[in-house]
């Protein structure tokens, strides 16, 4: 599972990208104009692919965040840092980010959750890689990622 995390969106801290091949993918998909950054417009459009729909002002208060050469612009750098945030955050950054993949809120990520996310994200994969991705990480067998396991592959990962 991929994903990333920010304080200030609850769609954006959904990402948790896990390498920099994967990152330049996320930010390439956005960048409308090609230009190698994201403006405040594009990241909109991050937020609303991920189905939120932010206010100008808190498109602002994220751009003032991520964006720390203060430019007006996020870079790939500064994408970068933002999808590598939350490796030393809490456990409420881990559980907004769990709920983002957890559709139908029942507590669990199954594959089918996992792929409409990441597919929403730009990532080509098949269903029946969601279910190995599921697998790699379900201790308990039962098909599905629960926080517990969410929270173990996490901390894993980063």
């Known amino acids: 599972m991929e994903t990333s995390k920010s304080e200030q969106s609850p769609a954006l801290s959904s990402l948790y990208l896990q390498d920099l091949d994967e990152i330049k993918r996320a930010l390439k998909r ?3 104009n090609n230009d190698g950054q994201l403006s405040a417009e594009e990241l909109s459009e991050v ?3 991920l189905g939120s729909t932010p206010s100008a002002e808190e498109i602002t208060r994220m751009m003032e965040e991520i964006d720390t050469d203060k430019d007006g612009f996020v870079s790939l750098d500064e994408f970068a840092k933002f999808c590598s945030a939350g490796s030393d955050n809490g456990e409420g950054e881990l559980r907004e980010a769990f709920d983002m993949y957890d559709i139908n809120r029942n507590g ?3 594959s089918s959750e996992l ?3 990441l ?3 730009g990532e080509k994969c098949t269903e029946q890689d969601c279910v190995k991705m599921i697998t790699s990480v379900d201790s308990d067998g039962d098909g599905f990622v629960n926080f517990s396991e969410f929270k173990t592959m996490m901390s894993q990962s980063n």
């Open 30 to 32: 956005f960048d409308a």
């Open 47 to 49: 937020i609303k692919t």
């Open 108 to 110: 669990l990520i199954s």
């Open 115 to 117: 792929h409409q996310i």
């Open 119 to 121: 597919t929403k994200l």
